[in-house]
């Protein structure tokens, strides 16, 4: 590739909407450009990249026996409608009507479409197990799209999924997909951790695994055991948890408290002069429209997952102010669990275990202290409603809980028969019987890749690629092309990389030297090769992209340097 035949806008400066270390580079090295929020180009060296993990991710699908296909963007909303998610996707579907008013859905992920698929196609245990993946644009309607690449509302997915006739076949299958994320993840050069994690919308009757990129800029929390192996993401996080042992002292009866304008649990500690852990915080939302109170320590936060999980429900959101007042008679922020009636309540059971506490009086300016669970107000469920925090011990024991940013870059669920049921995905077993296909789910973000490995790849000049990714493998730049000796030696090692297979880019463009080296870090290919004013003398100057040091040698030592690496 000749550089001045490429389409490599390189920026000065990045755009100043671009927040995220991993956008701003890739928009200063000309690999991305914006065309609408959340909707990317990908241009020329940038499309190489995408191009070159999409390859990593086929050889190790097909490693396992996946079967590659392509199913449509543009699906009927019926099928939608059947598997129950047409509603509960919310907004983020992309939703649409033909011609004809008919229906349709620009997909997020696609198991209603391979389920009705293998559904038709299907009929005999004969047929399975069988894994169908596919590499396909994705459509999701995001409220906030940012970050680039991280978050964007039409993206790059690798989404495959599994049909087993057993949950032990399907045991096997997963452990596969796991691997062979592992090995994708380790190629593309990346810092990850696997993680326990919740469902969400896919949904599923198994075990499910988040693979997350360690990155400040991650949107999700890890939450990692300091001295073993426990992993999980903040929203399935546990902790070690063991009941305390009573003191049997006689708690006084509830009494009320002028509390005027206090409502934040700052304000509730200087007033009492207690700390955080003695309040008891109810928040009330509604869970597939019907009104909840969750009670957890006043220095807690309540895991709307954990909770929406402990239901069996669909959608969770917090209850805006006029219902509180409705449901308790009193302004946000005095909200409390004794007397509070048509409200299903949920005690996170650190809150059931202590012997008393203070807590809102369901009366606007006042709360109560020497509350206490099971004499003044009783749990519907209690049960574990809050996140994790950092230094809680982990539930295997293994020491205290850290916690780390990450990007999610893959994810593999245990789906079951969710999808096959409702779609009709069944098979007759050896004995003849109608048996429904047991399902796994396995997808990852190709584009969001490039994101995750800018944001860990990178320096205060630029891109730094791993060989596995980099548009080109060597990076030859002549000084001055004018310079006959210079542009003759560039040439000649440009046609001899060609010649032995390897990915070359020559800057062959008529700028200043310095100019070509700020464009050379931005863009981040691992070697460089410099012909200067020893070009004459068949001589060049060499550096690896991640290191500070140049070294003069031959132009032949040069090319087996990269050659070697290669």
Not at 256 to 265: R, V
Not at 526 to 532: A, D, E, F, L
Request: charged share 30%; proline share 4%; hydrophobic share 40%.
């Amino acid at each position: 590739m000749k550089q001045s035949q490429l389409l490599i806008p390189t920026l000065r400066e990045a755009p100043a909407d671009a927040e995220a270390v991993s956008h701003k580079w890739m928009l200063r090295a000309g690999l991305i450009r914006q065309l609408a929020s959340g909707v990317y180009t990908y241009l020329p060296l940038g499309f190489r990249i995408l191009k070159k993990v999409q390859e990593i991710v086929r050889e190790e699908m097909d490693r396992i026996g996946a079967q590659e296909l392509l199913l449509p963007a543009m699906q009927p909303a019926e099928l939608w409608q059947k598997s129950g998610r047409y509603d509960v996707y919310g907004p983020e579907l992309i939703r649409l009507k033909d011609r004809h008013d008919r229906e349709f859905a620009l997909g997020p992920t696609h198991e209603e479409v391979i389920t009705t698929l293998v559904a038709g196609e299907v009929s005999s245990y004969r047929q399975l197990p069988m894994t169908l993946y596919q590499i396909q644009t994705k459509y999701r309607d995001e409220r906030r799209p940012r970050f680039g690449l991280l978050r964007g509302r039409e993206f790059l997915m690798k989404d495959a999924y599994s049909f087993d006739r057993s949950w032990e076949e399907l045991d096997v299958t997963y452990r596969a997909m796991y691997e062979a994320y592992s090995r994708i993840f380790t190629r593309v050069g990346l810092n990850f951790r696997a993680v326990q994690a919740d469902a969400g919308a896919i949904g599923g009757e198994g075990e499910t695994h988040e693979f997350m990129a360690l990155a400040d800029i991650g949107e999700d929390t890890i939450v990692v055991s300091e001295n073993g192996d426990y992993a999980a993401n903040l929203e399935k996080a546990e902790m070690f948890w063991e009941e305390p042992t009573p003191s049997g002292a006689q708690i006084p009866p509830m009494s009320q408290i002028h509390t005027p304008n206090i409502h934040s649990i700052d304000q509730l500690c200087a007033f009492f002069d207690q700390e955080a852990s003695v309040f008891f915080k109810t928040l009330l939302y509604l869970v597939d429209d019907q009104p909840v109170a969750v009670v957890v320590r006043g220095d807690r936060e309540v895991n709307e997952t954990k909770v929406l999980n402990a239901l069996g429900g669909e959608r969770i959101e917090l209850a805006e102010a006029g219902f509180v007042q409705k449901c308790t008679g009193a302004e946000v922020g005095f909200a409390g669990p004794a007397n509070l009636s048509g409200v299903r309540l949920l005690v996170d059971r650190e809150v059931q275990a202590m012997e008393s506490g203070i807590a809102g009086a369901n009366q606007t300016d006042y709360h109560v202290e020497h509350i206490q669970p099971g004499r003044d107000f009783t749990a519907d469920l209690v049960g574990d409603f809050r996140n994790a925090a950092e230094g809680d011990l982990s539930p295997d024991g293994s020491g205290k809980l850290k916690f780390y940013r990450g990007i999610e870059v893959g994810h593999v669920f245990k789906l079951g028969t969710k999808y096959s049921e409702k779609l009709g995905a069944e098979y007759l077993d050896e004995g003849g019987r109608r048996q429904a296909a047991i399902m796994g789910c396995y997808g990852i973000g190709i584009s969001r890749i490039l994101s995750a490995v800018a944001e860990q790849h990178c320096d205060e000049n630029g891109m730094i690629w791993p060989a596995e990714l980099a548009p080109a493998a060597v990076h030859i730049i002549p000084a001055s092309i004018k310079d006959e000796a210079q542009r003759k030696l560039a040439m000649e090692l440009y046609e001899k990389f060609r010649a032995a297979g390897i990915e070359v880019l020559l800057d062959d463009r008529d700028e200043r030297a310095g100019v070509k080296f700020k464009d050379a870090d931005l863009i981040g290919i691992p070697h460089r090769i410099v012909v200067g004013r020893e070009a004459a003398e068949g001589r060049v100057e060499f550096k690896r992209r991640a290191e500070d040091d140049k070294q003069s040698m031959s132009a032949e030592e040069a090319f087996a340097q990269v050659t070697d690496a290669d």
